[in-house]
């Protein structure tokens, strides 16, 4: 792959690994929302048809050059809010081995890196996924919230503030419940950064 070369397209890069025309297309103007167990969120784009034709392509295609681009707007969002100031390490949402083994990498885990690589945040794997869930696409509230009940667990922790990150919010359901987890192993404090809304 030409490292000169948009990730989306054959244009020259301009910004997070974006060429112009593809990097316009982001949309910035994200809503600023409350969810419980978290001290703050932070959505850094809106999930038009544009994103979410790329994060598809890089959760489900193989794409995984995608990671640097995404991992480039997550760091601006961390210090944009000054969360590298707030935290003592980043995690992640974590897959099911199962998971891991039919896509055959962790997307969120190759952001992670990179954002460590970028910024030297320190990255800990502190959170395991222990139970099997459905997929979240098509299910009501309720039915997320029902679907992830109790299916994260934490390495004990000692009043550290965290900052976690996902990619695609949508209710919410995934990063309450890891959240959670977290406080629930001795986290003072949890910050999530998410990709899109």
């Known amino acids: 792959m030409d490292l000169s070369r948009c990730e989306n397209c054959t244009n020259p890069k301009y910004k997070a690994g974006l060429c112009k025309d593809c990097y316009s297309n982001l949309d910035f103007d994200t ?23 790329i994060i598809k392509r890089y959760k ?27 935290i003592d390490f980043l995690t992640y949402i974590p897959m099911t081995r199962a998971a891991y083994l039919k896509r055959g990498y962790n997307q969120l885990k190759l952001i992670a890196e990179e954002i460590e690589n970028m910024t030297g945040i320190e990255v800990r794997e502190v959170l395991r996924k222990k139970k ?17 009940k ?27 419940e890891a ?3 977290l406080k629930a192993a001795g986290a003072s404090e949890v910050y999530v950064v998410v990709l899109a809304h």
Do not use: M, W
């Open 31 to 53: 809503p600023k929302i409350k969810l419980d167990g978290i001290t703050d969120i932070n959505i850094c784009l809106n999930y038009n048809r544009f994103l979410r034709e």
């Open 132 to 148: 099997h869930t459905k997929d979240q696409i098509g299910l009501s509230f309720i039915e997320r919230k029902l679907n992830l």
């Open 150 to 176: 109790d299916a994260f667990e934490s390495e004990k922790l000692q009043g550290e503030k965290v900052l976690l990150i996902d990619d695609v919010l949508t209710t919410g359901a995934t990063v309450e």
């Open 179 to 181: 959240a959670k987890a």
């Open 60 to 86: 489900f295609n193989d794409e995984t050059h995608f990671y640097k681009t995404f991992a480039e707007i997550i760091i601006e969002e961390i210090f944009r809010e000054k969360l590298s100031t707030k």
